[in-house]
């Protein structure tokens, strides 16, 4: 089965950006960076989301990302679907900070369950279709607003929101140009999706 492998994110500093991820979320392996200077304005079209267990370990990461120089696009609070907030990196990369919990079952931690990157497309079905016809087996698919693909080995998850809805759950205009700044690598081959979102080729965790 096709999946995602690995999240690379284009960055103008990775180092700095390797202290963002490390001292705000505690990520190391899981996320790659790379230099790049391409142009990039607005939105960039896609989230990355740390989804946890409870609401203290939101807050958690939440407090861990401000002190690590982000910005808060949303404050963390209860919704419709749990409990969550969002901020943007210095290096500009938007993350959601969420919990399907609303209730605190226990102290916070520093664990998270999964990292699910939320691309912003224009239309989510046809989307669909071209990654089910890359081998991408669907896990949770509703109507044309969103579809999530089965995960690989790994922590990381696919997923496909309609992009002016994923800018206001950002918390951010619609509005952008230019580079997304984020490769994807999977077993599904190297190209680039209706949206301009570019995968690279990569062998399967299981095989390295």
């Not at 969420?98 to 990292?115: C, H, L």
């Not at 109507?143 to 990381?156: C, D, I, K, N, Q």
Request: glycine share 10%; net charge positive; charged share 20%.
């Amino acid at each position: 089965m096709t999946s995602i492998e690995s999240v690379t994110l284009e960055v103008a500093d990775p180092a700095a950006a390797r202290r963002f991820c490390t001292a705000a979320f505690g990520l190391d392996t899981q996320i790659r960076l790379r230099a790049s200077e391409a142009p990039s304005t607005g939105f960039r079209g896609f989230t990355l989301t740390l989804s946890v267990a409870q609401p203290a370990t939101v807050d958690s990461f939440m407090a861990s990302a401000l002190e690590a120089g982000a910005a808060v696009l949303k404050p963390a609070a209860k919704s419709l679907w749990g409990y969550g907030g969002v901020v943007r990196a210095p290096d500009g990369t938007i993350w959601q900070l969420a919990s399907t919990s609303k209730k605190n079952t226990g102290p916070a931690t520093r664990e998270f369950d999964s990292i699910v990157l939320l691309l912003g497309v224009s239309d989510v079905a046809a989307s669909k279709r071209f990654y089910t016809g890359r081998g991408l087996s669907v896990a949770k698919s509703f109507a044309r607003v969103y579809a999530e693909f089965a995960p690989g080995t790994g922590p990381l998850t696919l997923a496909l929101y309609r992009r002016r809805a994923l800018a206001k759950l950002a918390g951010v205009a619609p509005e952008g140009s230019g580079s997304h700044r984020i490769v994807i690598g999977g077993d599904a081959g190297t190209f680039t999706d209706p949206d301009g979102f570019a995968w690279e080729a990569t062998a399967p965790a299981s095989a390295r």
